[in-house]
């Protein structure tokens, strides 16, 4: 016997007939002698409806009404996901956030979970229910109704789940696992079986989006087992696990993330010397627009240097016109910039150990013609930035020269 | 400065425009010094939507949850009225039920309110916040949600202004305050500027619904001065005063109430004996049927007797099934009944001390051919069973012969 955390998020409870699916699912899960907590979003198209009656009356919602008002999305469907569960014979209770103090810190929209008061759902499953949870929820000290932001449902699951010391943390979506890469630009790519919480990390930051990566970094902190599933099929999902669990030994590639959002920016001709980084990025900083890449090379006169990084392609402009004034400043002598470029990533724990990884894939890249703009690398990933219409080519082209589509 | 707590219904809050509507009236309330705390019921609509959700999937939904789904109705309401206050300037702050610890008992789906912690609300009125409450829900004492039922904001409004000793209580609705009687049937009605707790008791049982009865009795109860006002209109309602306030010297006479939903069972020649009365009602009050009126007059034999009395035209079928095996054990001669009656009541605490005041009923009935085919009296109220063809010319002949048209 286990005790088993599932998530089921908007789509998998969007209608009567889904919620009644879900409970099916539950009671077989219970049925073969398991201990179930399960946690809810909204019902999908809820979470936008209450936004746009607030936007209605304030264009920016006071943050603390805000979450009165959101959170009435998940604490529908725990009733209706109770009531469900009850009419096929399981036994269940349903709890808000608040009810199982769920406790977060005071900042409303973006809460992060502090501490979890298990004591009130162990008595619940000890009695044989089930009990279903609000996700994306919780309560200040000031009793407060607080919301984790969105998809902060998979990170109230997880933190559940830790709390509880679950077995596993299962995560039902409307993808049956995490795949190679995105199956809409290669057809042959593979679900994978497991893959490490490092790798995951990466592939979600990179545009994966199949789990929020808060509760990636959650789980991975508090050494919950994490399971993606398919919550309209059956099938054993991804599960996500532990490094110290994998032979590394193999030159293990996990899979290949990418990211079309990304704008690149160049400073040319910069004087090289102390603090001319941070007065390039402090005013961008200031602006609120997030970093993503930072290259900067050598000297080759030893007296200026070039400096790029790249933004979301949506704060392109406004960078672009507070580096030109930076620019201006430092006597630098040009701007430049793109924003029709993509950033294509190869995940994997393997690359650790094994120095030609790297070269193999800038052939497989020059192999096709693609030419290479900038490269940043990190222990288990490497990243390169090209010009947009190279995408899908160069997605197949790493695909197929790590064998990604053969199982491992 | 007063302290007000204000109480608006669905109608009143059915969209945005309606609770920009209420924000504004509000705030005029505020600008005047006053101190506000606001009552809201859910959106018009809102609540059957969610029954309606629930009922999909059972239909006798788990009352527990039933009470977790409802609630949200009201919860969507205290979070945009807060904004919408905030918008108009006037800062604000929502509360639910639970967070104001409004401790209800048990009974889901018809809870009792036990006790309210006015605390957290007197701080923030105190720091100059408008403070907005869900009505119609609380919270037992393990920290479920429960409702106290339909109309059950009305209640909450008055045991909030109970426990914050409010000033006045006013209850935003549809009408503009309490009518001598329906001004459907008869156009002359006349808005009451005044009406004791025990008229409005007797109006609101015999089917002015105005206001929940229960809520008019917990402001009997704790003395909070109650007033009903139209949130669509300006106006000083009508206001719910007590007993002793208002001079019982004049013949006053406040309204006309009927009820047009009950039907009359009688059973003839039924012995004469201890203990049979009890034997009559006990088996329909077994089948959980509420009787209204019960009238049994002397033996004009001394041997037996005649018993009428009224149900819900609803229950007469199974009352007339459940009488007549009675009336058969008992040895009656016959059991009759009629569904087609009405019953019109006069209301008034001018009756206490005035004798003259049934005959004259009973005279201005006869004069219009009226027959009575039963009476019953409280201190304050004689009600006359008629045939429902009367029911219109009735209401009418005694709107006139007490002169209820002209104020008093």
Chains 1, 2 share one sequence.
């Not at 009656?53 to 109770?82: F, N």
């Not at 609120?288 to 400096?307: C, K, R, S, W």
């Amino acid at each position: 016997m286990a005790l088993i955390v599932q998530k089921y998020g908007g789509t998998s409870v969007g209608s009567i007939e889904r919620i009644r699916a879900v409970a099916e699912r539950v009671k077989r899960w219970r049925d073969r002698g398991h201990q179930l907590v399960v946690v809810v979003s909204a019902m999908s198209g809820e979470t936008d409806r209450l936004l746009n009656l607030a936007k209605q009356i304030q264009p920016c919602p006071d943050p603390r009404e805000l979450d009165v008002l959101l959170s009435t999305g998940e604490q529908v469907t725990i009733a209706l996901l109770s009531m469900a569960l009850a009419a096929c014979g399981c036994p269940a209770r349903s709890y808000t956030g608040a009810q199982v103090h769920i406790l977060t810190d005071n900042v409303h929209n973006k809460a992060r979970i502090r501490d979890i008061d298990a004591a009130r759902v162990r008595a619940d499953l000890d009695a044989g229910r089930v009990v279903v949870i609000a996700g994306f929820q919780g309560v200040n000290e000031q009793g407060d109704i607080t919301t984790l932001g969105r998809g902060g449902s998979d990170t109230s699951a997880v933190a559940i789940a830790a709390a509880l010391k679950a077995d596993e943390c299962q995560i039902y979506t409307d993808v049956d696992g995490v795949y190679t890469t995105d199956p809409r630009i290669e057809p042959r790519a593979r679900k994978l079986d497991r893959i490490t919480f490092e790798e995951m990390l990466e592939m979600a930051s990179l545009g994966s989006k199949v789990l929020q990566i808060r509760s990636v970094e959650f789980a991975g902190k508090y050494r919950v087992p994490l399971r993606v599933l398919s919550s309209f099929d059956e099938g054993e999902g991804t599960l996500i696990t532990f490094d110290e669990d994998n032979p590394v030994e193999n030159a293990k590639i996990s899979g290949i993330a990418f990211n079309r959002d990304e704008a690149k920016l160049t400073v040319l001709g910069v004087p090289d010397q102390p603090g001319v980084a941070y007065q390039i990025l402090g005013p961008i900083a200031e602006a609120n627009i997030e970093v993503d890449m930072i290259v900067q090379n050598v000297a080759p006169d030893g007296q200026t240097t070039d400096f790029t990084f790249t933004v979301h392609r949506n704060d392109y402009p406004q960078a672009l016109a507070i580096l030109r004034k930076t620019a201006n400043c430092l006597g630098a002598r040009e701007v430049t910039g793109d924003a029709t470029i993509v950033k294509i990533s190869l995940v994997g724990v393997g690359m650790r150990s094994h120095a030609g990884i790297a070269s193999r894939m800038f052939a497989a890249l020059a192999k096709e013609g693609i030419n290479i703009r900038m490269i940043s690398t990190s222990e288990i990933k490497i990243s390169v930035v090209v010009d947009e219409k190279y995408l899908e080519l160069g997605v197949r082209a790493l695909h197929a020269a790590f064998g990604l589509d053969r199982p491992s």
